[in-house]
């Protein structure tokens, strides 16, 4: 019987302690009508050898590709040391940390991942984390429809990520909240203040600002909060954790700062993993904290006036206040975000800088490359961090399926997200990549667009 | 000590980086002035720490941890190992459905999985944890009622004894809570219900078993109710371990459902998530489910999406949820087999009703003890309380002294000074019996040396912390002095 350790002494041993005859009696509350027939769909169990045989199969029959994509999943190098801890039992076998005492590992890592993360953001404080950075952009938008007096108007410009933008429709449909879209300016590929003037005359709770945007372009961020802030509305930053290394924080811009940081953690020592599990992030202001979902830790002393750590402000939370919650999320990212502060602190701010430039630099000299093809061209020319549009000679998905045969994932097919682009693919090369990957790269899409 | 106490300037991982990259064409208003408070430390330095902090926690592979309603099973490692395999922790998720089709087997046959083991006509498994689960499940009935111009319905129907998150979702999909009462017994009072029920009913969120760790009797009486009126039946799931193979929720009359994957199918709970909680839908919600779903054509897997399912409530994830959990959930799910899970209910059955058995006969008052256990009980400690004033919350402390992590305390509300125990299937008798041994202690310790217990714990890392403090004098991030 896996993972049950009774033997039939013991079976016989505690049935007698209970007083009942046997297993099966142990459920007799149960109305005999309710009771299933059996698992006609489940198969008969296997030992360890033959499922590790059967995943090992299936694991080489996906085999590994020379990877471009990103377009919100990074392929980043992840330190040995990161999930060789994360991994250890303490971490990954324990429960939320409500009982304090017995969890100050847990609660003493979280404490240093908000410290970390609210000086990468430049926010005041962080919370211990969302589920992904889509689901964390709604709670942030939820957040400031609460904080706003008479709004229940989201703006969010088309730069953002598609799938984001239909997550938060998602969520924040049933509470009468409104998700109106900005256009984008077709050369720069970012949200230009011109976008913004249309709406001068109406009242939001928050514009959302993309950094950098869903096209790999940097926004004009200090423009679009100052705008916000000029209309009362709360100032959304959704960034990449990564590009914080080396672009101002959210809480640097405009004259005042945006309010909230929100984003997906996945770069920072998360692998891929088909998208999951990642974790969201989501920072802020000190005055908006009791706004905020999710656990908080906060450090506090023990009955000797030892340091330690709890969750705290619990009052915000479901468990507490029931449906005056501020969010119904309970279980969080917890053990992604322990990886995550392992990975921080493996790489250090120049650790961290040197990977965030990298993949920078590889972006670029790969874009150099792709464009001494005919008929590939960089489609937008705002400037860029890690990832850029590029349109092709003919349809991308054709291309991306023809480059797959070689060994290459070459990006993101824009045709299903942004019609209006034409043949567009999104690329990414992080720091991952050599100047050989980039060259065989450029090499096998030649031989792709001259065999079309 | 802090990681950023250990931190000197200058000191770096130098294996660890790449060389310095110029940064071409960004203008200087968008580049950050100063470095983030990341500490610098070596590379030793950083497992050594965190190495330490592993060591300041207790978890499964360490300790019982009755953890009620949060079904603290062991882990296996198996589940771990083989979901990390190098090319399922490189696949892109927007990689093409044809460079994963060993990943989307293991979905695919998921998925069917669980809809047998809850009897439901459709499950999607991209619902990251609970909470999760139940806004898309109430999302779903929601969007049942409106597609059918349905739009006076405004109430979901809470049981009082409900987890937090029930009440919260209903709110977030724009519903007012009707809480209802629970009777004598543990079950859901049904004139209560009655008296709730009605054309404004949108739907009623059960949990089955409960909270208080018993089987709701009623359940075909409520659901015939409730679906009477109009309304729709959402079942939580937090607590299939109890009934895994032995009732499917389905059968049970539920328009809805989630499964916490973190709880019944063992995945790690990670010191607070990554959950993973994938719902199933009735035939009359099929339309309405979320996306990406697993679907196959001949043999070959892909995802459905907004295409195949044009009445979807949408998404709730950037890509499809916690896949690697999903992972760890299906390698459990084939390890156990169909005798596997039937035993997962029998024996969780067996170890709470032995343990309760127990934990009465040492003199510790059971809150319904005239009802079975299913997979957890509640102790009340009123009676201690009023005679030394020794609380749940003390006796809680006491135990992890003596290295039991506490059940869950306070929850549910209405039972006073509860404890929710909840022994999961993979404890030996031995250990149980250990466990009672320590009760019965404390319980002497309580009218011998009750000092001892109120001042509880002594030998954690740190004694008892200070809540309110921590809420006063805020103190979220460490800063420099
Ligand atoms: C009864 C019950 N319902 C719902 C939940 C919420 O699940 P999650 O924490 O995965 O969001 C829990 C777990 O904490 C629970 O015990």
């Known amino acids: 019987m896996p993972f049950i350790p009774h033997t039939q002494e013991d079976v016989q041993t505690m049935l007698a302690s209970i007083g009942a005859n046997s297993i099966d009696n142990l459920f007799d509350e149960i109305p005999p009508a309710l009771k299933s027939g059996g698992l006609k769909g489940v ?91 889509a689901s964390a952009l709604a709670e942030a938008a939820l957040m400031a429809v609460r904080s706003h007096k008479s709004s229940r108007r989201i703006l969010i410009p088309s730069t953002v990520h598609p799938v984001y933008r239909s997550v938060v429709r998602a969520i924040v449909r049933n509470q009468g909240i409104d998700v109106v879209e900005l256009p984008y300016c077709k050369a720069s590929g970012q949200t230009l203040a011109e976008a913004l003037d249309e709406f001068g005359k109406e009242e939001f709770a928050a514009l959302v600002i993309p950094q950098p945007n869903f096209f790999g372009v940097l926004e004009e961020v200090d423009t679009l909060t100052d705008w916000a802030h000029s209309k009362n509305a709360l100032a959304i930053g959704v960034v990449n954790p990564m590009a914080l290394a080396i672009l101002t924080p959210p809480g640097e811009w405009g004259e005042k700062g945006a309010d909230v940081a929100v984003g997906e953690g996945q770069p920072l020592g998360i692998p891929l993993s088909s998208g999951g599990p990642y974790f969201g992030f989501m920072a802020c202001k000190q005055a908006l904290v ?23 402000l619990q009052a915000r939370e479901q468990h507490i206040r029931r449906s005056k919650a501020t969010s119904n999320i309970c279980t969080n990212q917890g053990l992604m975000v322990t990886a995550a502060t392992i990975y921080l602190a493996l790489m250090g701010p120049e650790g961290l800088r040197r990977t965030a430039a990298q993949s920078h630099a590889n972006t670029l000299s790969l874009l150099e490359k792709l464009e001494t093809l005919k008929g590939v061209k960089r489609l937008f020319n705002g400037s860029l961090f890690h990832e850029i549009v590029v349109s092709l000679p003919a349809p991308a998905g054709e291309i991306m399926h023809a480059l797959e045969s070689r060994g290459i994932l070459g990006g993101l097919d824009l045709e299903g997200y942004y019609p209006e682009l034409g043949h567009a693919m999104l690329v990414c090369a992080t720091e991952t990549k050599t100047s050989e990957d980039l060259d065989k790269y450029a090499g096998q899409l030649r031989g792709v667009l001259e065999n079309s | 000590m802090l990681i950023f106490e250990h931190s000197r300037p200058g000191r770096r991982n130098y294996s660890q980086s790449p060389a310095a990259a110029e940064i071409v064409g960004i203008p200087q208003n968008l580049m950050r002035k100063v470095p983030p408070l990341l500490p610098e430390v070596s590379e030793m330095d950083a497992v050594r720490h965190y190495t330490r902090l592993s060591q300041k926690n207790f978890s499964i592979d360490t300790q019982f941890y009755p953890l009620g309603s949060c079904t603290m099973k062991y882990n296996p490692r198996a589940c771990n190992s083989l979901a990390m395999l190098p090319q399922f922790l490189a696949r892109h998720p927007r990689a093409p459905e044809s460079t994963g089709q060993g990943f989307l087997a293991c979905m695919y046959e998921l998925q069917e999985i669980l809809k047998d083991v809850t009897g439901m006509a459709g499950v999607c498994l991209t619902p990251m944890a609970g909470a999760q689960g139940e806004l898309i499940g109430i999302a779903m009935i929601r969007a049942y009622h409106e597609s059918r111009g349905d739009s006076a319905r405004t109430e979901i129907i809470v049981p009082d004894a409900a987890h937090g998150t029930n009440p919260a979702t209903a709110v977030m999909c724009g519903y007012k809570v009707v809480e209802i009462a629970t009777d004598k017994e543990g079950d859901v009072d049904m004139e209560a219900l009655k008296a709730a029920v009605g054309p404004q009913t949108a739907g009623l969120m059960l949990t089955n078993p409960s909270t208080l760790g018993v089987f709701e009797k009623n359940v075909a009486e409520m659901s015939k109710l409730v679906h009477e009126a109009g309304g729709l039946l959402y079942y939580d799931g937090a607590n299939l371990n109890a009934i895994l193979g032995k009732v499917k929720p389905g059968d049970m009359g539920f328009d809805v459902i989630h499964i916490n994957l973190h709880k019944t199918f063992s995945t790690p709970h990670g010191g607070g998530g990554p959950g993973s909680a994938p719902v199933g839908v009735a035939p009359r919600l ?46 459990y799910v084939r390890l156990l087999g169909a005798e596997g899970m039937h035993r997962v209910a029998e024996f969780a059955a067996l170890n709470a009703n032995y343990l309760m058995a127990e934990m009465s006969k040492a003199g510790f008052e059971i809150a319904y003890p005239t009802r079975r256990a299913s997979h957890e009980f509640i102790v009340t400690l009123k009676e201690l309380k009023e005679k030394t004033g020794i609380t749940a ?4 402390k006491r135990l992890l002294d003596k290295g039991y992590h506490a059940p869950t305390i306070y929850f549910p509300l209405l039972v006073p000074e509860c404890m929710l125990i909840e022994p999961a299937e993979t404890e030996s008798r031995e250990t149980l019996d250990a466990f009672v041994a320590a009760m019965k202690e404390i319980m002497e310790e309580a009218h011998n040396q009750p000092e001892l217990v109120k001042n509880a714990p002594h030998t954690t890392p740190v004694r008892r912390l200070d809540d309110v403090k921590a809420a006063r004098e805020l103190d979220l991030t460490w800063k420099q002095v």
Do not use: C
């Open chain 1, 43 to 133: 198969p008969p169990g296997l030992s360890e050898m033959e499922i590790s045989r059967l995943m090992l199969e299936r694991a080489e029959t996906d085999g590994r590709y020379l990877n471009f994509i990103g377009a919100g999943a990074y392929e980043h190098h992840i330190p040995a040391a990161v999930w060789q801890i994360a991994t250890r039992g303490e971490f990954y076998s324990s429960y939320t940390p409500y009982q304090a005492e017995a969890s100050q590992g847990t609660l003493q890592l979280l404490y240093e991942y908000q410290t970390i993360m609210a000086s990468l953001t430049g926010m005041d404080v962080s919370n211990a984390s969302m589920y992904d950075g």
């Open chain 2, 286 to 331: 099929l339309p309405f489910m979320p996306v990406p779903v697993v679907g196959s054509d001949n043999g070959m897997y892909r995802w459905l999406t907004e295409k195949d399912i044009p009445q979807t409530i949408g998404r709730l994830s950037a890509h499809m949820g916690n896949a690697g959990v999903l992972l760890r959930a299906y390698v």
């Open chain 1, 290 to 312: 009791r706004q905020m979902p999710g656990r908080i830790i906060g450090r506090t002393t023990d009955q000797d006036g030892r340091s330690g750590f709890v969750l705290t």
């Open chain 2, 393 to 396: 919350m003390n006796v809680a």
